[in-house]
Nanobody
């Protein structure tokens, strides 16, 4: 599975961005898909995860109510809609694919994209 993220950029606090993760190769429809982020000097952390069926989701506390993860298996694409962005959301965002339900640990993921930078100015 190859993953390519897009949609990052520079936005003012309070603004919105939608990240996309396009999958190719072996079908990604049987994988849980996650979004992670890594800020400079910090460890990679989970942001949101969606199960292979789309029926289960997980959000880290800091993004609940602001971010929404979704998937369109017909397009082999996973999205992360980010609203009410804050400067502390600034990071490189990665999408990843894993077997299992809604894994939240990076080491559980088998495939990773190259990342897309999100910068939120105050």
């Amino acid at each position: 599975v190859q993953l390519v993220e897009s949609g990052g950029g520079l936005v003012q606090a309070g603004g919105s961005l939608r990240l996309s993760c396009a999958a190719s190769g072996r079908t990604s429809s049987s994988y849980a898909m996650g979004w992670f982020r890594q800020a400079p000097g910090k460890e990679r952390e989970v942001v949101a995860v969606i199960s292979w069926s789309g029926g289960r989701t997980y959000y880290t506390d800091s993004v609940k109510g602001r971010f929404t993860i979704s998937r369109d298996d017909a397009k082999n694409t996973v999205y992360l809609q980010m609203n009410s962005l804050k400067p502390e959301d600034t990071a490189v965002y990665y999408c990843a694919a894993a077997r299992g339900k809604v894994p939240q640990i990076p080491s559980r993921y088998d495939y990773w994209g190259q990342g897309t930078q999100v910068t939120v100015s105050s």
